[in-house]
């Protein structure tokens, strides 16, 4: 069926660590994956996505780490700020017959930085 | 460029009523997409508009329903509201809705007394 996981709810992390966050995906077709950053009383920011012919991809701060053969998405974030607390969410791009694209959306996982 | 814009941001709504939403995507984008979020669900897949037309649709009643104006902007409609049908509805857009990122907006947060 279509699912995206996350393993851990929660995280917590002190300024200036990095930070990993975990997904899994159950769709081995999907081949274009996105993490978004939600903000308490926003709608979810885009942050970085990666298609399935790449293992990695870097953005500002943050890498996305793909691993097709066991379905399994990490969001890595370097040197956490204050600003990097708030909910990610790994999506999972599946595309319907008419061509249609529609998001999958993990549980969400809840990082904190503690100053 | 102005990003998602969804109106209006908070409503109150009595069980039974109707409620509409609507949605203005980022300039050019043609593709609108709506999701529910609740804290039970998460975030779940409503329906698809592209050139006004439904594309794509979750698994939710016909109480649920939307459409799509010739300048790409999108209202939602749910009618008989339930208690359950309180979340934050959420409105993103994209070019051409197919394997392609989608942009939010701030959402509208329905609360069903």
């Known amino acids: 069926g279509e699912s995206v996981g996350l393993h851990l709810p929660t995280l917590s992390v002190q300024e200036g660590d990095n930070s990993i966050i975990n997904c899994a995906y159950s769709?081995?077709?999907?081949?274009?994956f996105i993490w978004y950053k939600q903000e308490s009383g926003k709608g979810p920011q885009f942050i970085i996505d990666i298609r399935s012919n790449m293992d990695k991809r870097q953005g500002q701060r943050v890498t996305v780490l793909l691993n097709k053969t066991v379905k399994h998405l990490s969001l890595q974030i370097a040197a956490t700020q204050p600003g990097d607390s708030a909910v990610y969410f790994c999506?999972?791009?599946?595309?319907?017959?008419?061509?249609?694209?529609?998001?999958?959306f993990g549980q969400g996982t809840r990082l904190t930085i503690n100053p | 460029k102005a990003g998602v814009t969804q109106t209006p941001r908070y409503l109150i709504k009595t069980r039974g009523q109707q409620v509409t939403l609507s949605c203005s995507p980022i300039?050019?984008?043609?593709?609108v997409s709506w999701y529910q979020q609740t804290p039970g669900q998460g975030l779940q897949f409503l329906f698809e508009y592209f050139s006004e037309t439904q594309r794509n649709k979750g698994n939710f009643p016909g109480r649920f329903s939307g459409r799509q104006f010739s300048n790409s902007r999108s209202e939602m409609n749910v009618s008989t509201l339930e208690l359950g049908d309180s979340a934050l509805y959420l409105c993103?857009?994209?070019?051409?809705?197919?394997?392609?990122?989608?942009?939010f907006g701030p959402g509208t947060r329905l609360l069903v007394l």
């Open positions: 300039s050019g984008h043609r593709s």
């Open positions: 999506a999972e791009n599946i595309v319907g017959i008419q061509g249609a694209q529609k998001l999958v």
């Open positions: 993103a857009s994209s070019f051409f809705g197919t394997q392609e990122t989608q942009y």
């Open positions: 769709n081995s077709a999907s081949d274009y």
